[in-house]
């Protein structure tokens, strides 16, 4: 199986790296977080109480979630579309809002159960070679631990907290949203402790995971250390970075 899993906390640089990652090498880039992100959104959209787990449950098993790759003509930085039905929720679910009520949602069993379902069937399915495609990069917080557990290369990335907050904040500046920088550090310090404290599927580096420090070191660097190890484990060779 040719299949990379990069776990970690938010805005630890997994979408970024695994992005670039996959690019290199040819391989499906798929970001399993969002479609948790998806249903924080669509609970908010329909006004559902994001504590009520039954509510919150089904919704997540009547969303039809779309990963598409992005249209050729769109220049607006996605590294993928994210369509809940026909809507277009690519950005709307990085908001402050969704940010702040996607791990309470994520940590729901019923939700959980659903969307891995789902995400392990894809990484599998990829990572065997589907629609001709070399494997795949998989990002999340259990990618490693519960969706692909045989990936043959586990990468876990962390950062300190007040830096994983800058970098959202600065997200959210670049692409002229309204940040507050304290509420989004709040924001990511309970949802860290969230993460790592639910009962199914806790935020945690698999046993044979390599852990990189992304703090200190550039994008690139980072890409091309977890590239040296994807050559090591898989025999894969990447491409240039200007191909």
Do not use: C, H
Request: net charge neutral; no cysteine.
């Amino acid at each position: 199986m040719n299949a990379i899993a990069i776990d970690g906390p938010a805005a630890s640089g997994k979408s970024t790296v695994g992005y670039l990652v996959g690019k290199r090498l040819g391989f499906v880039f798929f970001d399993t977080g969002v479609m948790y992100r998806a249903v924080a959104w669509a609970v908010l959209e329909q006004g559902i109480d994001s504590a009520d787990g039954k509510a919150v449950g089904r919704l997540a098993e009547q969303l039809r979630i779309e990963v598409d790759a992005p249209d050729s003509d769109l220049s607006d930085g996605r590294q993928a579309t994210i369509l809940v039905g026909q809507a277009d929720v690519t950005w709307a679910i990085r908001s402050p809002r969704v940010d702040s009520i996607v791990s309470e949602v994520a940590a729901y069993a019923q939700v959980r159960r659903e969307l891995t379902r789902k995400q392990r069937r894809i990484g599998l399915a990829y990572g065997s070679g589907a629609a001709g495609k070399a494997g795949v990069v998989m990002v999340g917080r259990d990618v490693g631990t519960v969706l692909l557990p045989e990936a043959p290369l586990k990468i876990y990335l962390y950062a300190p907290l007040e830096e994983r907050a800058r970098r959202r904040f600065r997200e959210l500046v670049e692409r002229g949203r309204e940040a507050d920088f304290d509420r989004i550090l709040e924001d990511m310090r309970v949802r860290d402790r969230t993460d790592s404290r639910r009962a199914v599927a806790p935020l945690r580096p698999a046993e044979d995971a390599r852990q990189i420090q992304t703090f200190g070191a550039t994008v690139e660097e980072v890409v091309e250390q977890i590239l040296v190890l994807a050559a090591a484990r898989l025999g894969v060779t990447p491409s240039s970075p200007e191909d």
